[in-house]
Structure formats: C-alpha cells, structure tokens
C-alpha cells in the first residue's frame, strides 16, 4: 500500500459517510463559533446597563470595525494555513503538513505586531473620522487600544485552532474558545460595575475581561499544542522561513483576509450613512453582535466541511467533494431558516438585552425584520466560499465577498438614503445578497468546468 492510500485508509475524511463526518467535524466547531459570538455580545450587553448605557454602546459600535480587523488578520492567516495543512495530509505529505503549522504559528505573531503598532498609533486617527462625542470617543479609545495592543492572544490562539481543525481535531478548539468565553463572562462584569475589590472600569473594563479570556484560551491552545500528540507536529528546532511555504498559505490567506476586511470597511462605510439618522449607528452595532449568533453556526459548520473538502481534493476525490458541498448547503439553510424566524418574530426581545431605549426599539425592530432577509441567500454563499477556500481559489472567495458587501451593500444603501427613509436602507442587505448568490453560482459553474472536472471520480 502507498503513503497516499494509507492516509486515506486512516482518515475519517477519506471514507466516513459523509452526513456523520460533517456532523462529527462541525457540531464542535458550530459550539465553538457560538461561544465565540459571546466575547462582542456579552460585553455589549453589560455596558448597555450601565447609566450611560446608550453612549457607551454607541462607542462599541464605533469601536466594531476595527475590532473585526483584528480578527480578520487573524482568521485569514489562519485560513490559508488550515487550507494547506489539509491537501498537505490529503496529499499524504506530512512534513509539509507541520511545515505549515509551524510558519501559521509564526505568521500569528507577525500579525499582532502588525495590530500593536496600530493599537498605538491609529486608533485616534480611526476614531477621529467619525466626529463623536467626546465621551463616546474616550470609551472607544479605551477599549479599541486594549484590545489591539494585546492581541497577540487571540491571533496566537485562531492558529492553534484552524491548525488542528486542519487535521479532523475539533473539540480541543471548542474547549479552547468555551475556556475563554467563561473567562470573559465571569470577569466582565467584575470590571465594568466594580464588584467586590475590582475597580469599577466601565467600558474599559470590559476590555481587560476580553483580553483576559483571550489569553486563557491561548495558554490552553498552546498546551495542547506541545503536550498532546497531534497529527501535525510544531517544532521551531532549526527553523528557518521557507518562502515557498509562506507564498501557499498566504495563496489562500490573503484573499481570505481582504475578504473578511471587507466587512470591517462596509461597517465604516455604513456609520458613515447611517450618521445622519439617530440611533441608526447604534442599531447596526446591535445588529451585528446578535446576527454573530445566527452567522457563527455556519461558520463553524464552514470550519467542518473546509477539511474535508480540501483533504478529498488533495486526493483527487471529485465525489466526496461535491457530497461535502450539498449537504454543508443543506445543514447552512436550516440553520438561516431558524435564525430567520427568530429576527421576525422577537425583535423587541433581542433588542431588550442590550438597552430599552424607546428610540432604540422603535428603529431596531423593522431594520431586524428587514436585514434579516438576507440569511438564507447568504447560507449557500458561505458554503460556495469554503468550497473555493478549499480547493486553493482564494481569489473567488474574495470575489464573491468584495461585490457583496463594497459593490453592492454601500452603493445600494447609499441610494436607498438619498431617496428613501432609514427603514429603506435596510433592504440593502438582502438584495446585495441576492446577487452574491448569483455570482456563486457562476463562479462554482466554471470550477466544475475546469479544476474539478480534472478529478478522479472514486467509488
């Protein structure tokens, strides 16, 4: 038997049934991402009752973007490695498979140098531009340079996570987030409040609570890493950087983090519209920390299906790729379709949870009835992304992200503003959506035509 069967032979993702696999693979990662979705929700949900409660949500708000910069340098890099790991192992070639963890590790580092220098010197200038209120701008500079200065925790442990994602591995990286999460929960409102002997911090305390659950999630990543056997071995033994190594992940990686940077710049971009209508800003800040809990799930069910996908291409397995591809689909459409009725029919709830203001509620409930709209076209978009991510088309995965949220969300949201009140807005996210998914298809079309048609098809 060669070393390309023998993998195959001892990999789940080579032969399992491919509903279970994917099960087996994303539920820990959906739990994951969930519990990720907490470290925005819950530190906006405790400065929300504060007395001042409205401003300091306002500051998060404004805070938001930069703060998904972060972590769209983080899970980028991190991407491109899980993506080269997996056709490593699928191409049974495991020294090139810890090569890449190695350099993932490596890159993490670069990246939170990248985010201390701007935690130093950009933060004021970033915030500068939305011409805020006084009090709002301390609370965003407090909590933005905090967080940005002290990153190393967070991209260290993404890489740790994506790494041995790469291999199958999906509870460690649960457990590490959940670590982390509960570390957040039990300090937030310790610093923001002044419980006991600790400090009442406000807003920044709810900064030093994310900080210190990042770092409980890396020490325990990193534990793990060194002291548990797994299928990829790190070592920094002799290392030296090899370019053709950097170049492959960053083949995926750099598209993947344009791609999820996109995001952090269409989020600039709508405060910039919503600015002129009041309590909008803070209603898109609300917005995005609940639908975390909608589009988190399928970003875990997207970690799930990313290996196999890349591990079956990586063995020229044209018939488990498209299994993997229809039933992520599936699974990514009933999890849209729940977090769909949730938005329609509770709005006031979900709103309730972070502040009670009647302004807040009166322009928060038709915007989550309305944005809401765009979460079953998106489940098919995430997927048709991973597909791509997978197979080495990092390009098409920015593509597709690019025109949805520059070409599309900002120009149509800026017509709708023009001509229409703020409740027309809103219906930028959904048609932008609309015409994602159009392209997906086009783009999915032409890779079935070319790379995938090349695959040998297995029994």
């Not at 098919?380 to 098409?396: E, H, P």
Request: include cysteine; proline fraction near 4%; aromatic fraction near 14%.
């Amino acid at each position: 038997m060669g070393v390309k069967e023998k993998n195959l032979g001892q990999n789940k993702m080579g032969y399992a049934k491919m509903f279970p696999l994917i099960m087996s693979m994303s539920l820990p990662a959906i739990f994951s991402m969930t519990v990720m979705a907490l470290y925005n929700v819950v530190d906006s949900i405790f400065v929300g009752h504060l007395s001042d409660g409205n401003v300091a949500l306002e500051a998060t708000s404004y805070a938001f973007p930069m703060q998904m910069l972060l972590i769209s340098f983080g899970v980028g890099t991190a991407i491109g490695t899980n993506s080269l790991i997996s056709r490593r192992l699928g191409a049974g070639d495991q020294h090139e498979a810890d090569l890449a963890a190695t350099h993932g590790l490596v890159l993490a580092v670069f990246t939170w140098i990248l985010f201390l220098l701007l935690g130093i010197f950009a933060v004021n200038p970033f915030l500068s531009l939305y011409g805020c209120s006084e009090k709002t701008f301390t609370y965003a500079f407090q909590y933005l340079t905090t967080v940005l200065c002290c990153s190393l925790f967070v991209t260290v442990q993404i890489s740790v996570e994506k790494s041995l994602q790469a291999t199958g591995d999906m509870i460690f990286p649960m457990l590490f987030q959940l670590s982390g999460a509960v570390t957040n929960l039990i300090f937030d409102p310790l610093f923001i409040y002044g419980i006991g002997p600790f400090p009442e911090l406000k807003v920044l305390g709810a900064a030093i609570a994310t900080v210190l659950g990042q770092f409980v999630g890396m020490s325990f990543s990193l534990i793990v890493l060194f002291c548990k056997k797994n299928r990829i071995h790190v070592t920094f033994k002799g290392f030296r950087f090899n370019i053709k190594t950097i170049k492959n992940i960053y083949a995926v990686g750099i598209p993947s983090i344009i791609m999820q940077s996109i995001s952090s710049f269409m989020i600039f971009g709508m405060n910039a519209i919503l600015s002129a209508y009041d309590s909008a800003v803070t209603v898109l800040g609300v917005y995005y920390k609940l639908q975390s809990f909608v589009f988190m799930p399928c970003f875990g069910l997207n970690q799930g299906i990313l290996p196999v996908m890349g591990f079956n291409y990586g063995a020229r397995n044209k018939k488990r790729i498209y299994s993997a591809m229809k039933c992520g689909i599936a699974v990514a459409i009933v999890i849209m379709t729940v977090g769909t009725l949730v938005f329609l029919l509770i709005p006031e709830f979900l709103i309730g949870l972070f502040n009670d203001d009647p302004t807040l509620l009166k322009n928060a409930v038709p915007a989550f009835r309305t944005i809401c709209l765009c979460f079953i076209p998106a489940a098919a978009n995430i997927i048709f992304i991973s597909l791509f991510q997978a197979t080495g088309k990092g390009v098409r995965s920015l593509l597709i992200s690019f025109t949805r949220q520059l070409v599309f969300i900002l120009p149509i949201a800026y017509f709708l503003s023009m001509f229409f009140d703020l409740h027309m807005v809103w219906f930028a996210f959904p048609i932008a959506e609309a015409g994602t998914l159009i392209l997906s298809i086009i783009l999915f079309i032409q890779l079935a035509k070319t790379d995938l048609k090349k695959l040998d098809n297995h029994s």
